[in-house]
């Protein structure tokens, strides 16, 4: 697929996904590439949550009170067992006497509702006696409906960094949680807790991969363009990314990209990527185009295409993205995936690791490997800066990736 860098000088004129060591998980629906691969396999190697006699995790499954304490519980050390009948009485209870939750949130006896988005933010940030500074506002869309004694709640992780919206800059706070995003949420805030946030002096690693092989395919991947005469520094977004959709896309290619921007959002150090109301206002423009479309706007009948602007900080503040609507969805969902997270300053394809998203030739990889995930993180890592050489980039990565 064709990838081009336009810069100053041509007058063209930023996800198991937090930095963090892997553990080995045999839970069959916790890969590598899963975008909670990191949290759910370290968390259930240390004990904090576990799986399923069949050997599954289900990162899907909504998650109840009764297990949204229990996670918070054995994070912090407090006390757990089982208490009048009830496995998770004694956290319970606990939680009740330390403020966590109250009975106006959930009843006594009702431990197995499904745990609220808002509600998940009071547990956390009382659990791990998280705050937020005067001034802070939340940016969301639907900030008024959550309720007001979650407020300072949620407002708390927002502010430290942990809790993220949808793409259509909504909160949702009164949709349930799944296992896989309450994963994420405490692991992120046991960092915090710990003073080990999650931009900050992370490790990152890819299983399956030694570090010399991560920093070597994110000079290769990184540094420069596919096309156009762009220089070998790196490049990335500094501004959150509001794209835009037009042309004939299928529910399925709208459902993938959500999907993929909502893993992009956890990745420490990104500033965001979200649905934009309007193309008006969207800052990357996403486009589902014909055969001769294609032909016309890029010169040749690529599957996918991508062009980003930068300014002469090296942050980009601009892109494109053309899809071609007339494949099948099969061999369109790996050019969606390739596409966009390259737009996020991967411009170049690579002949090494047919499993990657970034390889030359079509595949039918269609989400990001283990490998791919840590060029990302790598990307938006406080280590690394938007023009840095190679040289500096090796150095940097050399203290960050293992």
């Known amino acids: 697929m064709k990838k081009i860098l336009s810069g100053l000088a ?9 930095a ?31 799986g399923y006699e069949d050997g599954t995790f289900r990162p899907d499954r909504t998650v109840t009170v009764s297990e949204a304490v229990t996670m918070a519980a054995r994070i912090t050390g407090a006390p757990t067992g089982e208490l009048d009948g009830f496995w998770a009485g004694v956290q319970m209870d606990h939680a009740y006497r330390s403020g966590w939750i109250s009975e106006s949130d ?23 006696g998280i705050g937020y500074p005067a001034g802070t506002t939340l940016p969301f869309a639907d900030a008024g409906s959550i309720g007001e004694s979650y407020t300072g709640s949620v407002l708390s992780l927002y502010a430290n960094g942990l809790l993220n919206g949808f793409e259509d800059g909504t909160l949702r706070p009164q949709d349930t949680l799944t296992r ?7 692991y992120r805030a046991d960092r915090l807790a710990s003073g080990e946030p999650e931009s900050e002096n992370s490790v990152i690693t890819a299983a399956g991969y030694s570090a010399q092989e991560v920093i070597d395919y994110f000079c290769e991947v990184a540094l420069g ?11 990335r977004w500094a501004q959150p990314v509001y794209y835009s959709i037009s042309g004939p896309a299928t529910d399925a290619d ?3 990209i959500g999907r993929l921007c909502d893993a992009l959002n956890l990745i420490p150090g990104f500033p965001g990527i979200h649905e934009a109301q309007d193309e008006a206002s969207a800052n990357l423009k996403i486009r589902f185009v014909s055969s001769e479309d294609m032909y016309s706007l890029t010169g040749d009948f690529f599957n996918g295409y991508v062009t980003v602007w930068y300014s002469g900080e090296y942050s980009i503040y601009d892109g494109e993205i053309y899809y071609l609507s007339t494949i099948d969805q099969e061999s369109r969902n790996p050019v969606i995936v390739e596409e966009l997270i390259q737009s996020l300053g991967l411009l170049t394809d690579s002949y090494d690791y047919p499993e990657s998203i970034f390889y030359q030739y079509h595949t039918d990889t ?15 890592s406080d280590a690394l800066r938007p023009g840095m050489y190679e040289s500096a980039v090796r150095t940097a990565a050399a203290a960050l990736v293992r």
Request: aromatic share 10%; with cysteine.
């Open 180 to 186: 896989a995003q309450a994963a994420t949420l405490l």
């Open 20 to 50: 963090g060591a892997y553990a080995d998980s045999s839970l069959t629906d916790v890969t590598p590439g899963s975008w909670f691969y990191n949290e759910v396999s370290e968390m259930v190697a240390a004990g904090i949550i576990d």
């Open 366 to 380: 269609d989400w990001p490997t283990t490998l791919d995930w840590a060029l990302v993180q790598l990307l938006y």
């Open 10 to 18: 041509a007058l063209a004129l930023v996800c198991a996904l937090s």
């Open 106 to 128: 959930v009843p006594r006896g009702s431990f197995n509702t499904a745990v609220t988005r808002e509600l998940a933010c009071k547990i956390i940030a009382a659990a791990f």
């Open 225 to 235: 363009s596919e096309y156009g005469d762009a220089e070998e520094v790196v490049i």
């Open 254 to 256: 709208l459902s993938l």
